[in-house]
């Protein structure tokens, strides 16, 4: 598979064309040109130009393979999270390394599908309705990254995981009814996982403690609880002890409020047709 980027500038930009320049310099010690040294990982000469030139981002996987054949010693390996950061937009980055190793989520969402529940269709629609508008190579990098990151489901000891959903985001058609349809049907599979709880927020519910948007709470690997929040393209990770306490009772309340897990799957399972 081809890994798409137009890399962000500033720091990120500098660590991919960084990887690009070692990546280089072993192929050549190497005596591999381009061509031999892309069969070898499976990539085309064009895409490690490509990676080379810092334009795009390789897979971990490549990252792996290419320290391994060219007897890199880790170098390569050693630059992997770096590089895997910077397939994510700026805001998203630091939350994105610890929801990697997060011990528990709990995610509030009002306007879309959480990304950790999405399809590949409903992200890449989602991606398509950003204004300015991306280009099509970023949407493909960033559907690749979000759903990379659906490897937590995966992981050896998977984290607790919490989705809370507006009522209104599973009508939302975004890419139109078909697409919608895939991506409930992913909601119900993914909830039955014994680590998944999803829950549904009624629109007719007259008591409702989530006014204030959309958040998320972060329980780390040290025992740390953390609190994340974006709007407008940018965000805000909170640490303060007051501020933490505060989102997390307040997700605790809209869990009350909320239909539980066992009716909110049967209210998806309705809008689906589910008998």
Known sequence: MEDFTTPDGGEAGGVVSAFGRQLKLLRQRAGLERDAFGKLVGYSPSSIASFEQGRRIPSPHAIDKADEVLDAGGLLKAMKEEVAKAQYPAFFRDMAVLEAKAVGLCAYAVQAVPGLLQTEEYARAVLQMRRPVLGDEMIEQRVMARLARQEI?????????????????????????????????????????????????????????GLDGAFTMI???????????????????????????????????????????????AHIEGLLGVT
Do not use: C, W
């Not at 393209?233 to 306490?245: A, E, F, M, P």
């Open 219 to 265: 329980d780390t690997d040290s025992g740390r609880r953390l609190a994340y929040a974006e709007a407008q393209g940018d965000s805000r990770l909170y640490s303060d002890h007051v501020k933490v306490h505060e989102l997390g009772s307040r997700y605790g309340i809209l869990r009350a409020q909320a239909l539980t897990p066992r009716e909110s799957l």
């Open 153 to 209: 489901y995966s992981r050896r000891q998977p984290p607790l995981l919490s989705f809370l959903i507006e009522e209104a985001v599973l009508h939302r058609p975004i890419g139109g009814q078909t697409v919608l349809r895939g991506q409930l049907e992913q909601i119900l599979l993914l909830a039955h996982h014994r680590n998944v709880d999803v829950q549904v927020m009624p629109t007719d519910r007259e008591d409702h403690a």
